[in-house]
């Protein structure tokens, strides 16, 4: 309510009581502890909007738990077999897209005396190996990325590492299938380390970018 209540407080146990009217300055007990009270003394003038009662000592707030930035994580396990998946779609969509992609701008540059199905096969395979290792990387780092959540540096190292690994054995596939490849094993190496750092750097960089939005 918000009216003025006459309201008299007992010094023993703190109990407060409304004092009915016509009551004031009469002599009265605490209904609480039983202690002798003259409403006239210490009676406060006092604007209520709750019921009456011993005043409540206020408990501390309980400090809020910090949530662990673990906790806003994909677990590791989970991480993984999710960029395993998006790495095996990204490896077959990039082998299928590229390969088509460069065998037809094969046939559409070749000169006219030129055998179209022999320079569709040479352009389809160079794009199969490429479309291979691109596809592989951007599907892993990107899932990997928003999975885990990392720092810049930290995702760099993580891309690094996955370039790294998945253009030596791109390399290898191509020695074995293609019976030589483009590039040196070192060169390979260099290229994929140092795409997937930048991929991974950039994957991260835009997702702090967006939800700092």
């Given at each position: 309510m918000d009216t003025k209540t006459n309201v008299v407080t007992c010094s023993i146990c703190g109990h407060r009581m409304?004092?009915?009217p016509g009551f004031e300055g009469k002599a009265g007990r605490c209904s609480?502890?039983?202690t002798s009270l003259q409403t006239g003394?210490?009676?406060l003038n006092l604007k209520l909007d709750f019921d009456l009662g011993s005043p409540v000592t206020p408990k501390a707030a309980a400090p809020a738990q910090p949530?662990?930035?673990s906790e806003s994580r994909v677990p590791l396990k989970k991480a993984l077999?999710?960029?395993s998946v998006h790495a095996l779609l990204g490896l077959l969509l990039g082998m299928v897209a590229l390969g088509i992609i460069?065998?037809?701008l094969a046939v559409v540059t070749s000169p006219s005396n030129t055998h179209l199905a022999t320079s569709f096969r040479t352009a389809f395979n160079g794009g199969v190996s490429f479309g291979m290792l691109g596809g592989f990387m951007?599907?892993?780092?990107v899932s990997l990325m928003y999975s885990l959540d990392p720092s810049i540096p930290k995702g760099a190292a993580i891309g690094a590492s996955i370039g790294l690994i998945a253009s030596?054995?791109?390399?290898?596939i191509e020695n074995t299938f293609l019976a030589t490849s483009d590039t040196t094993a070192l060169l390979n190496g260099l290229i994929g380390t140092f795409g997937g750092a930048t991929l991974a750097a950039l994957t991260v960089w835009y997702r702090q970018y967006r939800e700092s939005r």
């Open positions: 409304a004092i009915p609480k502890c039983g003394e210490d009676v949530q662990s930035h077999i999710k960029a460069l065998g037809i951007v599907g892993a780092i030596l054995v791109q390399y290898a």
